[in-house]
């Protein structure tokens, strides 16, 4: 039995513009989301029938059906969540709590975890992940959890399953398992070009490579994670450096990777064109003073989320209307 915790925090108005600025500049996308993300309304068929429902409904409806979840932490915005959601919760067959994004620190989570206050502020993606965690069953006994984003809803339990069986295999000696979802063409759908490296996994799922022998991968909407095993305080580092929005970013992270032992890590991935898995897996559980675990797996759809920008809200409709429910 797992804890699933579904990650549905919010940026205040100053975020979201710096945000939307800098989506503008490097991406050349219009952001149009200016109000609570999870909540925004897609539209789907279900029983033949075109059905709108929040965001986050879409994932919580899989971990609904899904007799391996015991319980179902929610954190952000608790009085809006609770408001939409509050009969759905009410009629779930487990315990479901929503945990609110702009509550403090417990000082008895912030000893257990050796959070750093300045380093983990409370509403950050740090501090709603250990407040949420702190709060699951599976943190009582300090097990991994299975961490998912609420805004990527195309995440099928096929592939969540499918991620818990193989993950699980690995979870004593990493802290850290994510999946490194499989991206065969030079771009996904929503024109994304994904990290491309030499899978050494020892999980083969294409024999389709590029001239190099690299194969693209994406992260995707969920992760299974022990946060009292790494080092919690350097989540959001590294949550802001994901996306590599533009040179100061870059910059930081080749900086990152040198002080690990990875000098020449531009080179070996725009020049030489030979990072590896396992290279990133070294690095990243370098900087987490703790072992983290990639998993290629097949499944493109979990990785499409909606960050908030035009193109994504259309396309994401088209693609759910299309869904097979």
Request: a positive charge.
């Amino acid at each position: 039995m797992f804890s699933a915790i579904v990650m549905a925090g919010y940026n205040n108005k100053w975020g979201v513009r710096k945000y939307a600025k800098s989506v503008a500049e490097h991406y050349g996308e219009k952001f149009i989301e200016t109000g609570y993300k999870p909540l925004r309304e897609f539209e789907t068929y279900e029983k033949g029938q075109l059905v709108r429902k929040p965001l986050i409904l879409f994932t919580l409806e899989i971990l609904a059906e899904m007799d391996r979840i015991a319980d179902i932490t929610i954190v952000g915005h608790q009085k809006l969540l609770e408001q939409r959601l509050g009969e759905f919760i009410s009629q779930l067959d487990k315990p479901c709590k929503v945990v609110n994004q702009n509550a403090k620190i417990p000082p008895d989570v912030i000893k257990r975890f050796h959070i750093v206050p300045r380093k983990v502020k409370y509403n950050s993606i740090a501090g709603n992940m250990i407040k949420a965690y702190a709060e699951s069953a599976a943190g009582k006994i300090g097990a991994h959890a299975l961490f998912l984003a609420s805004d990527s809803p195309m995440t099928t339990q096929r592939y969540i399953e499918y991620f818990l069986d193989v993950a699980s295999e690995y979870e004593q000696d990493n802290p850290i398992i994510l999946p490194g979802v499989l991206i065969e063409d030079y771009t996904d759908r929503f024109g994304r070009i994904p990290l491309r490296l030499i899978n050494d996994t020892g999980l083969k799922i294409s024999d389709r490579k590029d001239s190099y022998g690299r194969q693209g991968f994406r992260l995707s909407s969920v992760v299974y994670a022990n946060p009292g095993r790494f080092n919690i305080n350097a989540t959001n580092t590294a949550y802001n450096l994901r996306k590599c929005l533009n040179p100061k970013v870059q910059l930081k992270l080749f900086r990152i990777t040198r002080r690990y032992g990875y000098a020449n890590v531009y080179s070996k991935y725009f020049l030489r064109k030979d990072l590896s898995v396992t290279e990133v897996e070294n690095i990243t559980s370098s900087f987490f003073n703790g072992r983290l675990k990639m998993i290629p797996v097949r499944d493109v759809g979990s990785s499409y989320d909606y960050d908030g920008t035009h193109d994504e809200f259309f396309k994401l409709n088209e693609m759910l209307k299309k869904k097979v429910n």
